[in-house]
């Protein structure tokens, strides 16, 4: 079984900076993609921003230009500037490898105006 671990999330004012981080705790298994997803309440799961292992990135238009996804190995990162209200959201990470898709327990990220 995979495991991710996230962290980094808060409550920060408009114009503010985040870094969310997401480990997964297996080594065994090469892992292809590894994405950011966040859900706003009352709204569906969004892919924010998404990183495969041949390092091809791509962002959700919303937040291209302000946030940056990297990886290091089984580890992913989200830096998110200029954070605004509407960025608000449970902030998960997924992982592909070939058992299927796993997740993370979401990082709650507040925006305030």
């Known amino acids: 079984q995979v495991q991710l671990v996230e962290s980094g999330g808060g409550l920060v004012q408009a114009g503010g900076s985040l870094r969310l981080s997401c480990v997964a705790s297996?080594?065994?298994?090469?892992?292809?993609?590894m994405g950011w997803y966040r859900q706003a309440p009352g709204k569906q799961r969004e892919l924010v921003a998404f990183s495969t292992s041949g390092g091809y990135t791509n962002y959700a238009d919303s937040v291209r230009g302000r946030f940056t996804i990297s990886r290091d190995k089984n580890t992913v990162y989200l830096q998110m500037n200029n954070l605004q209200p509407e960025d608000t959201g449970v902030y998960y990470c997924?992982?592909?490898?070939?058992?299927?898709?796993?997740w993370g327990q979401g990082t709650q990220v507040t925006v305030s105006s």
């Open positions: 297996s080594t065994s298994f090469s892992i292809n993609f």
């Open positions: 997924a992982a592909d490898l070939t058992l299927g898709r796993f």
